[in-house]
Every structure is written in C-alpha cells, then in structure tokens.
Nanobody, 116 residues
Framework: QVRLVESGGGLVQPGGSLRLSCAASGFTFRLYAMSWYRQAPGKERELVAFITSAAGTTNYADSMKGRFTISRDNAKNTLSLQMNNLKPEDTAVYYC?????????WGQGIQVTVSS
C-alpha cells in the first residue's frame, strides 16, 4: 500500500521557520521525482518545490526561492521542506507528491499557519 505521510506542520509566527517531512512507503521512493504543493483556502493547489529522483535538480516557485529548501534522503525514504522567513501568505495545507511516469501519489496534507 502506497503511503505518503506529512509531518512537522503547525502554527508559527511571521519570520519563523518550520521543517516539513514526508515519510514514503509502498513504492520505490528513489525512482520517483518528488514535490511539495500547497493549497490555501479558496485558491488552487500550487507547486512549491520539486526535486528529481537522484536529487540532482531542484526547482522552486518564485515566491519560495531563497526561503524554502527541498531535500530528500533516498536511504530513509523521506522528503523534507525547510521553510524559513515564513509569511502569512504561506498559510496553506502542504502536500507531498510523488511522480514517475503515469504513477502519481499524494499525501493527505498538513496544515501550516503563519500568524502572530
């Protein structure tokens, strides 16, 4: 059974940091490109960051560049997102995503709230 389980979300003040993790199981993690998406209330889901299967390439949405860092540990089947200098507009549900060809998997999502 494929599982992507996010953790590390919560409430943080503006300017603070959070580190999200995604634990993967049930598929060959190292073969999949991984991404973080987010969805704010009333908005469409958007790509936050992307990392290739071998972690050779990363890419970020413009508003996250310089603040967020995506990484993966293929030995531990985990994906991470370090988020620094958080802003209220970063408030959203964050989702872990795995893709390989036509195979696409999603986590259940985790809430991140940035508020004073």
């Amino acid at each position: 059974q494929v599982r992507l389980v996010e953790s590390g979300g919560g409430l943080v003040q503006p300017g603070g940091s959070l580190r999200l993790s995604c634990a993967a199981s049930g598929f060959t993690f190292r073969l999949y490109a991984m991404s973080w998406y987010r969805q704010a209330p009333g908005k469409e889901r958007e790509l936050v960051a992307f990392i290739t299967s071998a972690a050779g390439t990363t890419n970020y949405a413009d508003s996250m560049k310089g603040r967020f860092t995506i990484s993966r540990d293929n030995a531990k089947n985990t994906l991470s997102l370090q988020m620094n200098n958080l802003k209220p507009e970063d408030t959203a549900v964050y989702y872990c995503n795995a893709v390989r060809g036509s195979y696409i998997y999603w986590g259940q999502g985790i809430q991140v709230t940035v508020s004073s």
